[in-house]
């Protein structure tokens, strides 16, 4: 083994145990919100009235960040979706469902061994993201964001609702037209426009207990929002960011591999063919063989390439 194929291997190494650290991480993400939904269930507030008293109890309680996420008069976050079932059942309701496919859909695993079961579940996985997008389009118009949004907050909103339903409309399209590569690049990025909202809560976790610590008093109207916001940005940030980042490496790689594996250039081949006797290829034409284009790489080899990734 050459040391750039060393070095190539050893590159595709660490790429791999990032990939598995992201995809551990992705699961652990998919766990708080599916925790969240499941522990609130404000998709139910409005629908039975025994949810809207639990909710009540737990903000009186000071249950699960109740203490912190109320809203500016005190009353329970969530009871507000009461009145507007689109939001509850369009947006929180798949967003449970969309949080338990989500690591399904990366896990390369399942993608070779059990094709069928991922396609079958991203297309449940693609009907929960129109749901959602639908949702949170009644959230923007209603204002139903955590206190009442300012314009700059629904801005911020319509913007990443926007580019989760064209990265996911293109990862769509991209799938029926055969593209695999093109489809799982575009699918990336349309759950870390979705992950985002979990990678706030994991945000929100950390940095709670360190805040009020610091006399930051987050049972503060003013000062929850400005936490709530900020936590927002920085994910959103970190998501859309990161999930570039490791498109552009993943790339980087795929070509190296098709750089190493790729045969010999043509007019090597062709050198090497000159000193053939023209008298003996004109009696041997199988000698002809060596004049004959060679086969250039399908461009599918570079997903091959990156097939051992997790992502």
Known sequence: MSAAEARLRQRRLLLNRIAKAGFLFTIFMSIVMVAEIAVLRNFAVGTFQSQEDRLVRMYKEGRFFTKVLREADGSAFGLK?????????????????????????????????????????????????????????????????????????????????????????????????????????????????????????????????????????????????????????????????????????????????LRATSPAPQDAVIKAAAPVNKRALALDPRLDALRTPLPTPSPMSAAAAGETYVF
């Open 81 to 257: 979706y009461k009145n507007f079932p689109v939001a509850r059942l369009c947006h929180m309701l798949p967003g449970l469902v969309w949080a338990i496919l989500g690591p399904i859909q990366f896990s390369a695993i399942i993608r070779r061994r059990y094709r069928r079961v991922h396609r079958v579940s991203g297309r449940v996985f693609m009907a929960c993201s129109a749901l959602i997008a639908i949702g949170l389009c009644s959230i923007i118009r209603n204002r139903l964001t955590f206190y009442t949004a300012g314009f700059w907050d629904l801005v911020f909103l319509s913007v990443m609702n926007a580019w989760f339903v064209f990265s996911g409309a293109r990862g769509v399209a991209l799938a029926r037209r055969g593209d695999i590569r093109g489809h799982r690049v575009w699918m990336l990025r349309h759950c870390a426009s979705g992950y985002f909202v979990f990678l706030q809560r994991i945000i929100m976790l950390l940095t709670r207990g360190a805040l009020m610590r610091g006399g930051f008093d987050l049972t503060v109207s003013i000062n929850a929002k400005a936490w709530f916001h900020v936590c927002a940005l920085i994910a959103a940030a970190i998501s859309v960011t990161a999930i570039e980042v490791w498109l552009a490496v993943t790339s980087a790689s795929a070509a190296a591999v």
